[in-house]
C-alpha cells in the first residue's frame, strides 16, 4: 500500500513539474544566462564538432610523425577512428558537406545540391545559404543575408533542441557562412561567420538584432589584423619537411603581391588593409578556434544540467588547398599549425569542461585531388575537363539542330542545368533533347558516364556510382543530367603561366570522397573501424549518444562500434 502511495506522489510530482517547464518561456537567443534543469538522460556537457575543410582522410597519417601527442595523436590516440569513411552522394562540395555531416541525409532530401546551385523551376542560381530578407548583424556588407531556410531537414543540432524543449544551446561557427550556418540548423541560439570588409565576425537577423556585448568585444580586439602582420613563417626549418622538395614549383598559386609560392609569405606587407587574405592563412583557424573559445566562455557552453552543442568548421584548410594543392610545403605546415591550434583547443576543454564531460568528433566535408599537371609529369593520367568551354559547344551543337540558343543554362556541380522556359515556350522534346545532350557529351574526352538523372538507378554504371547519383539527385534544385569523368578529371583549377595550379574536389573518387572521422570523450569507446561507414552516420551516431531522435530526414545508421 505504502509501495503504491510513494509511486502516486512521484507521479503526480512528475506530472506537476513537466506541466511547469512547459509554460516556460523559450529561452533568449543569445547573450542571456540561462539556468535549465536537467533532463535526468545521461549526457555530456557538452559536444563539440570539428569539421576541418578539404581536409583527406590521409592527412591524419601524412603528416603523423610531426603531430603534438594532444592534438590529432589525442583523437586518434583516446578516441575512436573510423578509417573507411565515404560520401555518400556527388558532388562533394562544402555545402552538401558540412549539411550532410549534421542532417544523416543527402542532396536528394536535403536540398542543398551544391554550394551553388540552380533552382529548376526558375533557372534562377541560388547560393547555398543566400537569403535576402535577413540583414547582416554586425557590419554594413551584405556578408549577413544568410540563413538555413534553403535547408529543408532538420539537423542533429535541431534535434538536440527539440529534445531538450529548445534549452539546449547551440551555436555554429566558421569563416564560410555556410561552415557555420547549415551544421547550426533551423533553431540554433546563433551563427557567426567572418566578414573580409570589417575582420569582424557576424550573424544575421534570422538569429538577433544586435551581436552580444562578448562578439563585440572580441571583434574590437582586431586579430584578424593583429595576425597577419606576424607574417606566415614556416614551423620548422624548410628543409625537414616531407615536401620540401616540392615548394616553389609550377603547382602552385602564389600570393598577389608576392614573386613565388614559397614560405614565408610576408602577409604583413601584402594584405594593406584586405582582411580576408587571414582565409588563405594558417592564422584563419586559429582565429577560428579563438572565436569558439570566446563563445563558450562568455555562453556558459557545457555549464548547465542540459547538453549543449558547438558546431565548429575550420575552412582555412580549404582555401590553402585550393591555391597551393596537395603536395606543397604550405599545406604540411597548415595542418602542423593546426594540430598544435587542436591541442590546445582540447586542453582548454578539459579545463573548462572537464575531461570526460565532453564529446568531441573530428571529420571533412570532402577531400581534395592532386593537381593534374603534378599527375601528369608523374605519368599519372589526368587533366582539366573545361566546363566553360564545353557548354558553349554544346549550346552550338543544340543550337543548329533545335534553332535555339542557350538551350543548356549550365554545367554546374557536373549536371546539365536546362532551360525550361525556353524549352517550354518552344514547345521542344525534352526527352529528345535530353538523348541528344548525352550523346554528345558521351564523345568529350575526359568523360565516363553520362547518367540521366530520372533513370539512375538502371544506368549501366558501377553500382556504387549509382547510389551516389541519386543520392545527390535534388529534383527542384539538380539538373536532369549527371556527368561523371574519369579519374584524375576536373573543373575548377586556379591558372598559372605554366599551367593549372593548386586543386579543387566535387568529384565520387576516393580522393573526395574518403574522409576523417574521429570521435573522443565522454560515452566514446577507444578503437578503430575498418569496414565502411557512411557520412550519413555521424548525425545518427550523435543522436543515439545523446538519446535523442535522429534528424527527419536521415538515412544513416549509427555506428553502434563507436558507443559505449
Known sequence: MRIKYLLFIAFAFATLSASSQTKKKKPAVTGVKVTPVSTGIPRPKLVVGIVVDQMRWDYLYRYYNRYQDNGF????NEGFSCENTQVDYIPTFTGPGHTCIYTGSVP?????????FIIQATGKSMYCTEDTSVQTVGSTSR???MSPRNLLTTTVTDELKLATNFHSKVIGIAMKDRGGILPAGHTANAAYWFDDKTGNWISSTYYMKDLPQWAKDFNDQKLAETYLKQDWTPLYPLDTYLQSTADNNKYEGKFKGTDAPTLPVKTSAIYKGNLGLIRSTPFGNTLTLDFA???????????HPITDFLAVSLSSTDYIGHQFGINAVEIEDTYLRLDRDIASFLTYLDAKIGKGNYTVFLTADHGAAHNTAFLNDHNIPADVWDDGTILKKLNTFLLSKYKADNLVLGLNN????????????????QELLKKDCIAYLEKI???AFVVDMKKAATAAVPEALRNRIVNGYSHKNSGEIQIILEPGWFTGHGSGD???TGTTHGTWNPYDNHIPLVFMGWGIKHGSLTRETHMTDIAPTIAALLHIQAPNGSIGTPISDVLK
Open 143 to 145: 556578408a549577413g543575408q
Open 414 to 429: 557536373y549536371q546539365v542545368n536546362l532551360n525550361y522556359h525556353d524549352i517550354n515556350y518552344l514547345h521542344l522534346d
Open 108 to 116: 536528394a532530401i536535403h536540398g542543398i545540391a551544391g554550394n551553388d
Open 498 to 500: 605554366s599551367g593549372p
Open 445 to 447: 574526352p575526359g568523360v
Open 73 to 76: 595523436k589525442r583523437l586518434l
Open 293 to 303: 573559445v570566446a563563445a563558450i566562455n562568455a555562453e556558459e557552453m557545457g555549464q
